[in-house]
């Protein structure tokens, strides 16, 4: 529970935030991602000319280990005539964290250590996403893709273009 401790008081503080902080932001949302790489989520979001511009913050836990994962999100409403409650949403951030492994997979290999060792990671993200707004209760859900990179210490380079997931968020 130690090695979580930082974590979880980042998490509470950002949701415990006097409401000035974030006066600026139209819409916020706190969520669970479901795929590849898991995580809870929250979200701050303002509008920008004809489109919404969004940060989101993800903790994610694999391996022993805990990834925090910021993003900038660009959110279009390409087929309002059809469907206005579908958004469509590109983005980019990056990840840092670590894990706690005998192994590290990469580029299809494993590779073993002699016991369980601290590896240190940061990587590079991108997003594309389509999202339902339901606007008669508070809640979005999301279909995303995040593909990433990343590098590992020691030395290990990760590819991983198939980060899909489901994502569901309530908003308030």
């Not at 999202?131 to 991983?160: A, C, D, W």
Request: proline share 5%; with cysteine.
């Amino acid at each position: 529970m130690k090695k979580y401790l930082p974590s979880l008081l980042l998490i509470v503080i950002t949701f415990f935030l006097p409401e000035k902080a974030n006066g600026q932001f139209t819409s916020r949302q706190a969520g669970l991602r479901l795929g590849y790489r898991s995580g809870i989520f929250y979200q701050a979001g303002t509008g920008a000319g004809n489109a919404e511009v969004a940060y989101n913050a993800m903790i994610s836990f694999q391996k022993n280990g805990i990834q925090l994962t910021g993003m900038k999100i660009i959110y279009e409403s390409s087929f309002t005539r059809f469907s206005p409650e579908v958004y469509f949403s590109w983005g980019y951030g990056g990840h840092l964290g670590y894990l706690y492994s005998d192994h590290v997979k990469a580029m299809g290999e494993d590779y073993y250590f002699n016991g369980p060792r601290f590896c240190p990671l940061i990587g590079v993200d991108g997003w594309l996403s389509a999202e339902y707004r339901l606007h008669q209760i508070p809640l979005v859900m999301s279909l995303n893709y995040k593909p990433f990179i990343e590098l590992t210490v020691p030395g290990f380079i990760k590819l991983t273009p198939w980060d899909f997931a489901l994502s569901v968020s309530y908003v308030f």
